[in-house]
């Protein structure tokens, strides 16, 4: 039987429980997940590409189907060259849904086979984005809560 591959895109800048919540549910769901950082030279980041890839790796290590990956380019593109047409986004609240909607509106239009699928988090973490988590750095305060232990502390390291 043909293997049930999904893609999870995103900046993870830095990778947080919100994140890791939703591809833990994906991963039950799909054969495979491949988690993918967006290379985005215009928008201003916290960590390099490599830095985050290598973030996500250790939070997901020992997760046997789940890999970590990054892409340059339309996501319709990259979606094709993993052989699959699964997409896989997280939904915090209602703010979140127009944003995804034309996302995965636009996707379609690229790529008519493309299927988004959404998850919701935990409640706790349905206020969590990687930006809360840069501006709470930014003022030094505490991140503990928000994010695995290895990122708190490349976030103190990025001082
Ligand atoms: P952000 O910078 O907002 O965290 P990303 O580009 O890294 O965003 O997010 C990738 C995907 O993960 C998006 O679909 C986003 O809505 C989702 N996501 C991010 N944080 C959470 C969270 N706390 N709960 C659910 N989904 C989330």
Do not use: W
């Not at 189907?65 to 993993?82: A, M, R």
């Not at 919701?120 to 930006?131: G, K, T």
Request: overall charge positive; glycine content about 4%; some cysteine.
């Amino acid at each position: 039987m043909k293997k049930r591959i999904a893609v999870y895109p995103g900046s993870f800048d830095p990778v947080t429980f919100g994140h890791l919540d939703i591809i833990e549910r994906a991963a039950k769901i799909f054969d495979h997940v491949i988690v993918a950082v967006f290379v985005h030279s215009a928008k201003r980041s916290m960590f390099t590409v490599p830095e985050r890839v290598e973030m996500l790796k250790r939070a997901l290590k020992g997760k046997k189907n789940i890999s970590v990956d990054c892409f340059e380019g339309l996501l319709v593109d990259y979606v094709k060259k993993k052989k699959t047409d699964v997409v896989i986004r997280g939904l915090r609240a209602i703010s979140d849904l127009e944003y995804e909607f034309q996302i995965a509106a636009v996707n379609r239009t690229l790529y008519s086979r493309i299927e988004t699928v959404f998850f919701m988090p935990r409640v706790r973490y349905s206020y969590l984005s990687s930006s809360v988590v840069r501006d709470i750095a930014h003022f030094r305060g505490d991140v503990s809560k928000l994010v695995p232990a290895h990122v708190a502390k490349a976030i103190k390291g990025k001082k």
